[in-house]
T-cell receptor, first 112, second 117 residues
């Protein structure tokens, strides 16, 4: 399968709590990106982390990358109801022609 | 910068007809574009990689004669769903690689919701 795996598949939290989503992938990568998608809408790019980076921050987002474990995590701090969406990780790699493959996604619900 | 425009956003067509979806990079040249399909509550599945001036590379299981891809210029790729059937109803999204620009990454179009009746 071309897809990576994400867990959990679904996550429900109270507003103000932190949300953590994990992504595992199968082959060596160049970059890993996280996207959000509101129901039935297009994708919004959140953050890109390169294979030689271990951690990156953007506002309330924190992304880690562990290439030895082929995994990444996305942490959303102080969640808001507006963060309710599906979140996908996506990877690209030289040895797959730079095709861009998505994980299975995590559906996040933030309860006001 | 790095905007990708996808058109149309929604289309309804009759079974057996063909539908063309356009994907344009507005402010950069995209030598490579990607086409994805997303079924409800599922992830995006890569269908094909489109390289300007050459034939598209299709993922395993994707019928190249059914999903025709043309990437005739550095700013335009098209996906034509030929002889569409209800099972082709899906959300189709294109993306373009911004490699070589200041903000390397992949920019996505806003998607096209295809409904075949």
């Amino acid at each position: 399968s071309q897809q990576g795996e994400e867990d959990p598949q679904a996550l429900s939290i109270q507003e103000g709590e932190n949300a953590t989503m994990n992504c595992s992938y199968k082959t060596s990568i160049n970059n890993l990106q996280w996207y959000r998608q509101n129901s039935g809408r297009g994708l919004v790019h959140l953050i890109l982390i390169r294979s030689n980076e271990r951690e990156k921050h953007s506002g309330r987002l924190r992304v880690t990358l562990d290439t030895s474990k082929k995994s990444s995590s996305l942490l959303i701090t102080a969640s808001r109801a507006a963060d309710t969406a599906s979140y996908f990780c996506a990877t690209d790699a030289w040895n797959t022609g730079n095709q861009f493959y998505f994980g299975t996604g995590t559906s996040l619900t933030v309860i006001p | 910068g790095a905007v990708v425009s996808q058109h149309p956003s929604r289309v309804i067509c009759k079974s057996g007809t063909s539908v063309k979806i356009e994907c344009r990079s507005l402010d950069f040249q995209a030598t490579t574009m990607f086409w994805y399909r997303q079924f409800p509550k599922q992830s995006l599945m890569l269908m094909a990689t489109s390289n300007e001036g050459s034939k598209a590379t299709y993922e395993q299981g994707v019928e190249k004669d059914k999903f025709l891809i043309n990437h005739a210029s550095l700013t335009l790729s098209t996906l034509t769903v030929t002889s569409a059937h209800p099972e082709d109803s899906s959300f189709y999204i294109c993306s373009a690689s911004t490699a070589g620009t200041a903000n390397y990454g992949y920019t996505f179009g806003s998607g096209t919701r295809l409904t075949v009746v």
